[in-house]
């Protein structure tokens, strides 16, 4: 299929999304990273490619193009012009989605949720700006981070929602995107991520993994939500609610069906008819000032070091690098991370 390459949407963590158009004049989002660094890219092609729901953005098909000399591996995808939740959050000045606006969006979450996860798929990634928007809702993207439950590779994604046993370095499955999946509903509601307070990502996986507490639950939310949002946030991945149980929890009901289709249109916020491409930024994730902390637990840091991609002990790296350490961690194998790898 030809296309022709538009403008940038987006930088990801580990590549960069541009609009595409095809002689027929359908768009289409593509996401491109030189072919010697598109082995995440080629993951996610294949996780995407055997995935086919109403809740998880389509694949299109992928290629490999020579663009200004470099060869450059596409990955297809269909274009969302709602952009990010993160850029509904941001439209409003990162003001909080209402609490039917957040049970629609979590319904279709968590429809999306139940499906890979039937397929034995765990996205390792949920976070607010790997969900895109359209006028009928939401859609999960970004596969970049997810692995078959089970199979062992070192843990991914990123810090603020990281679930307890993530964290501490001991599983990673399907109930790991559920508390993922807590953190967004406090994202949505309250324009921020949980533990955005906390200044290092060494801190937030010490909070996360070894204080016991869950994220505060916004005070505005009605008791079907606070107990839904309970039942995402139990520290005890096996006691932890799952996709399909959640599914059945009276915070859904609450949201007809059938109004799916207006959803967004009709909301006196809507983004739709906002170019919310202008204003992309990852400053809504990206920590202050983290060098300050201290740890204790020298495993520990060297494991979150590690994920971080700092070879150098008791050091975070500054500046425009700090982004990679919030944004999402992908360690392979040898250690090494991808983050932040566009090609130009
Ligand atoms: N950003 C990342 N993926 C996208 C998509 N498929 N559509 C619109 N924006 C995106």
Redesign the pocket.
Known sequence: MGWTRGHV??H?SSAT?STATTATGETF?V?SVVVSKSETLQREQQFLSILSSPYV?SYTGCDITKENKKMIYNLL?????G??VIDVIQARNYGSLNELEIANYTRQIIQGLEYIHSFGIVHCDIKGANI?VNKNGVKI??FGCAKWANEDVPFRGTPMFMAPEVARGESQGFKADIWALGCVIIEMAIGNSPWSNVNSPISVLYKIGFSGESPDIPDGFSPKAKDFIKKCLIQDPEARWSATALLKHPFLEQFDHDQDQNFLTCSPTSILDQDVWGSIQQSALVGSDYNQETCTSNSLRQRVEQLAGNPEKGKFRSGAEKEIDWMTIRSSCNGAVTGGDEWW
């Open positions: 949407l987006g990801g999304v989002a996401k953005v995808m269909e274009y969302m012009p952009g990010t895109l993207a970004d």
